[in-house]
Structures are given as C-alpha cells and as structure tokens.
C-alpha cells in the first residue's frame, strides 16, 4: 500500500486564488518532508524542505512567501500556493525520507496544478 | 553545481532486449544512488540502490556503480513494454536525504 499520501490529486484554480496541498506520511512519523516541482518534461526540482515544528527551508530562487510550508504534525505537512500564476501550474509532489539517511525516498502520487 | 546528467532519449529497444540506462554525476563526495521509475502522470518509484562500487542486482535490474568514473548505469535484461516510463537517476549529494535528480531518460519497449 502508500506510504505517502497527497491530496489533492488534481486541481484547477482561477489566476490569484491560493491552494492548499497534503501531503501525509501513512507508516511512519517523518519530521522532514520534501516537496518536490517538475514542469513538462523536465526532471524534479526540490522546493523546499519541510521541517516538523520550526520553519521550513527553502532552496535557492524558491519564494518562501509565495510557496508556504507548515509541517504541524509528524506525518502531516502542506504546501500552500498563494496568489497563485498560470506560471505556477506542475507537478507538485511531496516525499518522506525512508529512515535510512541515505536519500531513499517514499514518494506521494503528486498534485496537478493548473492555474486559468 | 552539482549535477546529475543523463541521455533524454528516447531510447528505444525491442522486447526481450536489455535496456542500459547511463548516468553521469559532477559530485565526487556523492554517496548514495538512486533509479527511480516515473510512468507518465505519475510519481517516481524507486527502482534501485546503490551505495558502493560494483554491481547490484534485483530480479531484471541490475545497477552499477563506478565512483572514480562518477558514472551509474542500470541495466533492465528481458525487456517488457510495462518497463516503458521514464528512469530518474537521483544522487545524494549532500547528504541528509536531499537528492538531486537527472532530467531522466525515456524508455520504450517496442514489441
């Protein structure tokens, strides 16, 4: 079965709305999630770490203020696009390390954003 | 910048083939190595790990890794058209979990 669970699956929004995305870890506490972009064709970017009770770490060019991480529980972190762009619309998808610190990941099934 | 590069492709074998998938990486201090799996529309799903110089087999698959070359490859024997997707090589390059991903290689096994 999953081991990591996203919701929603598939999502269309008007330009300027915000949306909120899951992201839950089934099997196991995680105190660090990963959310993931990947456009058309190309490979996946990482956007930002999610860290179970402090604030979220986000990588170069990623805007902090536009792209909102909240990571309140140990398996439960969100991803929230704010003021959201047709610029915005991919592939968003979250994972949870597997425990073994070697970059093994468990992957969500991704959330389609496709913003009008 | 660390990278992680592969053959876009596509590459395409006929059924029954072996596949032979290639991966270059710029980080000499990687460690871990990944093949990931993605079915179009889909998520990855890991494939293969690999941590140590050689070879590593499950079933079809078999990676391998040269760390002074800064090269790994999978190898799928018996090719089937559901082993159609895109293959992510992924390297830990700073540890801590965080992967760097290849821009994948398309596959396409063609009966």
């Known amino acids: 079965g999953a081991v990591v669970s996203q919701h929603p699956s598939w999502v269309i929004c008007k330009s300027g709305t915000s949306v909120k995305i899951e992201c839950r870890s089934l099997?196991?506490?995680?105190?660090?999630m990963f959310w993931y972009r990947q456009f058309p064709k190309q490979s996946l970017m990482l956007m930002a770490t999610?860290?179970?009770?402090?604030?979220?770490?986000?990588e170069q060019g990623v805007e902090k203020d536009k792209f909102l991480i909240n990571h309140a529980s140990l398996t439960l972190s969100t991803l929230t696009v704010t003021s959201a762009h047709p610029e915005d619309s991919s592939f968003y998808i979250c994972?949870?390390?597997?425990?073994?610190?070697?970059?093994?990941?468990?992957f969500g099934e991704g959330s389609r954003l496709t913003v009008l | 910048q660390k990278e992680v590069e592969q053959n876009s492709g596509p590459l395409s074998v006929p059924e029954g083939a072996i596949a032979s998938l290639n991966c270059t990486y710029s980080?000499?201090?990687?460690?871990?190595f990944f093949w990931y799996r993605q079915y179009s529309g889909k998520s990855p799903e890991l494939i293969m790990s690999?941590?140590?110089?050689g070879d590593k087999e499950d079933g079809r698959f078999t990676a391998q890794l040269n760390k002074a070359s800064q090269y790994v490859s999978l190898l799928i024997r018996d090719s089937q058209p559901s082993d159609s997707a895109t293959y992510l090589c992924?390297?830990?390059?700073?540890?801590?979990?965080?992967?760097?991903f290849g821009t994948g290689t398309q596959l396409k096994v063609e009966l």
């Open positions: 999610s860290n179970e009770g402090s604030k979220a770490t986000y």
């Open positions: 994972s949870v390390p597997a425990g073994t610190d070697t970059g093994e990941l468990f």
């Open positions: 099997d196991f506490q995680a105190t660090t």
């Open positions: 690999i941590y140590s110089n």
């Open positions: 980080d000499r201090g990687s460690q871990s």
């Open positions: 992924a390297v830990n390059t700073g540890g801590g979990n965080k992967l760097t």
